[in-house]
């Protein structure tokens, strides 16, 4: 079953931490820095809310690189090991 995400306010209420991310906007390839402590792994979201990439997490800083896709608001989401959000970022994707 895929997973999808309603990106759908500015607000991110009751998340216990967030991160970084960086360039935004972006092409291809972003950086996240001060992923949360217990944040297990990540995933992309495209503007469909549709998970376009999933990522163990090995440190508090990843260098990730998307999947080719059109322009658009992205969503990064690190989720812990119990399937908790821990913390999310938009990005805006810039159209090729």
Not at 7 to 15: F, H, N, R, V
Not at 42 to 53: N, R, S
């Amino acid at each position: 079953m895929p997973i999808k995400l309603l990106i759908s306010s500015q607000s991110e209420p009751g998340l216990q931490s967030s991160f970084t991310c960086f360039p935004n906007p972006f092409i291809h390839q972003i950086t996240l820095e001060n992923i949360p402590e217990g944040a297990h792994h990540i995933v992309a979201f495209d503007q469909l809310g549709t998970a376009i990439l999933k990522r163990k997490i090995a440190s508090s800083s990843e260098e990730i690189s998307l999947p080719p896709g059109p322009g658009g608001m992205y969503a990064i989401v690190a989720f812990n090991l119990q399937g908790q959000i821990m913390g999310s970022y938009r990005l805006i994707r810039v159209a090729e």
